[in-house]
């Protein structure tokens, strides 16, 4: 079982990012993947998370900027971040709850600064 993220890097506040995670070794349909992410000293927070039904939910800090979406048959899903502030700095882990186990893969780093 592996989640492989990628996509993260450097912007400038105001710009955008697409994080995509990729979810191997799964044998059944997951059942939430989503984004967390954790800033130097911070706890980690949710970012957003979609079900296999397609609902999705959100951390308010994002809501109205970041859209995530998923794939069930690719065992994929995506963050589109736009209008990223300094604040959005941080590791973002990506997670799949899979029959009441979560898993984690190892972050990317995204970084928004002039």
């Known amino acids: 079982v592996q989640l492989q993220a990628s996509g993260g890097g450097l912007v400038q506040p105001g710009g955008s990012l697409r994080l995509s995670c990729a979810a191997s070794?799964?044998?059944?349909?997951?059942?939430?993947m989503g984004w967390y992410r954790q800033a130097p000293g911070k706890q980690r927070e949710l970012v957003a998370v979609?079900?296999?039904?397609?609902?999705?939910d959100y951390g308010d800090s994002v809501k109205g900027r970041f859209t995530i979406s998923g794939d069930n048959a690719k065992k994929m899903v995506y963050l589109q971040m736009n209008s990223l502030k300094p604040e959005d700095t941080a590791i973002y882990y990506c997670?799949?709850?899979?029959?009441?186990?979560?898993?984690w893969g190892k972050g990317t780093l995204v970084t928004v600064s002039s």
């Open positions: 997670n799949a709850v899979y029959y009441g186990v979560s898993y």
């Open positions: 070794g799964f044998l059944l349909n997951i059942n939430l």
């Open positions: 979609v079900s296999s039904g397609g609902t999705t």
